[in-house]
């Protein structure tokens, strides 16, 4: 978690609900039995603390650079991995919970750490249905023609469609030995846990975020305080 948030400044502790943003994740981290180490990766000391007050450990501040708008989503992962190896700790998988998907559920988080350990040699993402369809999609030309993404002729109706599907950042699994082989989560060898549109929302922006309240008033399904 960074804390040089551009689109909501200090996104992490943000509230929703009466919490701050990232006591969601970490606390459904913890009390998930499937889990058995929940270390959070930060190089912000507000954020550090307030991710130990909810359970979380914090046993390094990640370095600056490694927090910048540019840091590919990895680096901070594998400096994480790496300072965990250096203290003797080496998992045998690895699973990324973005603070930003506050709905993911109980039993998403179970069933995609369930998908992983059936699977050993495959990572695991979560994703849900895309509502657009690239065989509904166009490229413009700087003339403004247009060319179809998908060549051949052009479904109409969603129901002739095969379904698709995108990632929704609220899980990413994979044996540790993989994703120090890839440096990434998604290969050839990956496997998608597909989650419902609601509890898909990603916080990103403020309006995610007001729709994200609007969803916490509407379902009030959160465990109390």
């Not at 981290?29 to 954020?47: F, G, H, K, Q």
């Not at 992983?116 to 040699?121: G, V």
Request: glycine share 6%; hydrophobic share 35%.
């Amino acid at each position: 978690m960074r804390g040089n948030s551009k689109g909501i400044p200090r996104k992490n502790l943000v509230d929703l609900g009466g919490r701050p943003l990232l006591e969601y994740t970490i606390r459904q981290a913890i009390e998930n039995d499937l889990i058995t180490r929940v270390v959070v990766s930060t190089e912000d000391p507000e954020i550090a603390e307030h991710s130990k007050e909810f359970g979380a450990e914090i046993p390094f501040l990640r370095p600056a650079h490694l927090s910048e708008d540019d840091t590919p989503g990895i680096d901070p992962i594998l400096h994480c991995l790496d300072e965990l190896e250096q203290t003797g700790y080496r998992p045998d998988f690895c699973t990324l919970l973005q603070v930003t998907s506050p709905f993911r559920s109980e039993s998403d988080l179970t069933g995609s750490i369930q998908l992983m350990l059936a699977n050993p040699n495959k990572s695991v993402v979560s994703v849900r249905p895309s509502r657009d369809h690239p065989a509904w999609s166009y490229v413009m030309a700087e003339d403004s023609s247009l060319e179809p993404c998908m060549p051949g002729p052009q479904a109409k109706r969603r129901q002739d469609l095969t379904p698709v599907f995108m990632l929704n950042g609220a899980f990413y699994g994979s044996p540790l030995s993989l994703l120090l082989q890839r440096k990434g989560w998604v290969c050839e060898n990956t496997l998608g846990f597909s989650m419902s549109e609601e509890n898909s929302l990603d916080i990103d922006t403020m309006q995610d975020l007001e729709w994200a309240r609007c969803i916490m008033e509407t379902r009030g399904d959160f465990p109390e305080k």
